[in-house]
């Protein structure tokens, strides 16, 4: 098949480099110039493991390329993925979707027979209908057929979610799509993942369902880590003694700062718009929005109590800046809230982070950035352990111990045990236990 993928992001490279590695022929079509030119030279705007290997891979076996004129590629293409950003608007929270309508308008342009257009990106319900008006305004004689085809992949394990997929999602409203749709993943198929079909509506409903569920679960078990604290309870015990029942599972059940991301906010906030604008609110996921904003606060207020009631002039080490390990995606990331909250009491923030400095420089100011983790703890009044990268699970504790200035950890991921770190002499803080 012949794969025109509009939108070079997260999203569209990955399942654009993964879609070539199935052995279709995809040209991955992006506005920015300068990112074209890296991608061709091998360099890729975003930190996820694996990526440049596979780019790289089907390059070299004439599979994969990259343009940023969209016409010969979409022209000639059996389907075109549609995977721009959908950030929140400003002021409403809803999903902006100008960048998805101005690609509907100038794919409708270039088509020359029969295409499946795809929207990959997270849509609400009904931006299928309003693609399929936009593309018909444009370009009367136009053939095509509208497809919803929402991607899981998660930041970090982003390769293997596409090629592993618990399920592919693909809704849809005409036969010659669904041919279409069922070749494209064929090699998935045959895989066995579940490939489930269902109309456009429920398709494009289902992603945000997906993660404002998801969502929930992580609040749940946050809020119940903070019941665990209170009545002497271990939330890991109880994320485990819930999580073996099948009907919960469990999995996203590890308490931490609150999420955050490129996805779970901007969806969760944008369901909610969507639900209030059809009358039927969503009263959990509006509650799990207000629940995870105000966590990430309450999260400097925890870091505050561990160092006695004040962080003033004191410098406290942050391990851990992006949302998640193994990305670089500073995104929503708890770490932003919780380090400007303390710079406002009056704290010095030294941080460190494996890979996503560079991002953390975009929007953290007057923070000083560490070499590695010793560096980071090296004379600070605590240490605070925000994101559980591998490299972050088996510190040398007596020597970060030796390195700050008194032995106070606090560990937002619950990575650590509380007895060993008693044992090493540590003022251990950690969530729910
Ligand atoms: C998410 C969805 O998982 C994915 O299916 C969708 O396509 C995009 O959004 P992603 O944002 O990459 O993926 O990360 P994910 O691993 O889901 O984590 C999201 C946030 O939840 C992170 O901040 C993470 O730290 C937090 N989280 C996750 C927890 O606090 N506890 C958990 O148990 C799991």
Redesign the pocket.
Known sequence: MKIAMIGSGYVGLVSGACLADFGHEVTCVDKDMAKIEALRKGIMPIFEPGLAELVLKNMREGRLSFTNDLKPCVGDADAVFIAVGTPSRRGDGHADLTYVYEASREIAACLTRFTVIVTKSTVPVGTGDEVEKIISATNPQAEFAVVSNP??????AAIKDFKHPDRIVIGLEDERAREIMTEIYRPLYLNQAPIQFTGRRTSELIKYA??AF?ATK?TF?NEIADLCEKVGANVKDVARGIGLDNRIGG??????P???????PKDTTALVKTANDYGAPLRIIETVVAINDARKLRMAQKIIKACGGSVKDKVIAILGLA??PN?DDMRDA?SITIIESLKKAGAHVRAYDPESIEQAKLVLNDIIYAGNAYSCAQNADALVIVTEWEEFRALDIGRIVAALKSPIIVDLRNIYRPEDMAKKGVQYTSLGR
């Open positions: 991607e899981f992949l998660r930041e970090g997906a993660n998801l992580i078990i999995k996203f059940l590890n308490a931490g609150g999420y955050g991301g490129s996805c779970f949302f998640k990305t708890p």
